[in-house]
């Protein structure tokens, strides 16, 4: 199987192309340099003719920064698949689209299963629900892979208290699950090599880490776990943050254990290794990157 995976500058892509090499797909990378200024126009250019399978790994996870851009979160988490999505139906290619907690409000007091609609109230979470329903509209052979927080994006967040005060303020009503980047890697790459096997398994799925817990308690683990952030203090406050986030964030990931065999990881172990990844892709890294696709071989 011909496999196109379309990646940004961030850890997700790498550490996917690499665990991809190490099996019997033919797998082409897409660099996408700056996905808020990529001309869409420019598809057929991008594409190789004998796609069976495009794996969209641009993973944003960050409400915050979607709120700061709305245009470029626009772009990102909407415009780019849905082109995918209508390139791919027009071509008889599959494609497999990442999302995350935040299409949903937070209200339910269990976790949430994929069929349970999105309510979202972030941009980010406006524009990933939105590209859902598109993508089902859209295409029949798809992939939805909802995920829970980002374990890096909340180590950037302690790292960033060390440098400009020692409290961190975190809710311990918000509670959800974690997921570490190459577990991420991992999961995708089960998803697809079940296409690969020809199983009719399109869908919506969900994967977070192992243990659900709430934020204060995910600071203070972090902390715990790494010696850099000893003097950093974490306080159960809910900043002003909080406000996009849901308070329950915890997904349900019956599904894809069932379905593909995938089980949760926890979380824990991946902090130290996130910690590093997270110093060496802080957020602005891509900012004097070409804004064109560059195809990587």
């Known amino acids: ?8 500058y961030g850890p997700l892509g790498r550490l996917l192309l690499e665990s ?11 660099l996408i340099s700056r996905p808020d200024g ?40 909407f415009s780019i698949p849905v082109a995918l999505a209508e390139y791919a139906n027009a071509n008889d290619i599959a494609l497999l689209q990442l999302s995350t907690c935040y299409v949903f409000d937070g209200r339910k007091q269990s976790a949430y299963i994929t069929s349970n609609p999105g309510q979202p109230f972030s941009q980010l979470g406006n524009w990933q629900w939105e590209c859902e329903q598109a993508l089902r509209t859209l295409l029949p052979r798809h992939l939805i892979l909802r995920t829970g927080w980002s374990l890096q994006r909340f180590i950037r967040k302690i790292r960033s208290s060390v440098t400009h005060s020692a409290k961190l ?12 980047v190459r577990d991420l890697a991992r ?18 799925y969900q994967y977070a880490g192992a243990e659900e817990i709430s934020q204060y308690e995910l600071g203070l683990a972090i902390v715990n776990a790494l010696p850099d952030f000893d003097g950093v203090h974490v306080v159960d406050h809910t900043p002003e943050w909080a406000a996009l986030e849901p308070e329950n964030a915890t997904l349900g990931c019956i599904k894809v254990r069932n379905t593909f065999g995938v089980k949760q990881v926890p979380w824990r172990t991946s902090i130290t290794e996130e910690a590093g990844m997270a110093r060496s892709t802080a957020p602005g890294d891509e900012s004097t990157a070409a ?3 560059d195809r990587q071989t």
């Not at 399978?53 to 641009?58: F, G, K, Q, R, Y």
């Open 1 to 8: 199987m011909n496999v196109l995976v379309v990646h940004d």
């Open 20 to 30: 991809l090499k190490e099996t019997s797909l033919s797998v082409h990378p897409l």
């Open 38 to 77: 990529v001309d869409l126009s420019a598809l057929d250019d991008w594409v190789p003719e004998d796609t069976d399978l495009i794996v969209n790994a641009l993973w944003h996870n960050d409400p915050e920064a979607a709120e700061q851009d709305p245009e470029a979160i626009r772009q990102w988490t």
């Open 169 to 180: 303020e975190l809710s311990s009503r918000h509670h959800g699950q974690p997921v570490a």
């Open 187 to 204: 999961v995708m790459r089960a998803l697809i090599l079940q296409v690969d096997c020809g199983a009719e398994v399109w869908g919506t």
């Open 291 to 293: 804004r064109q696709p």
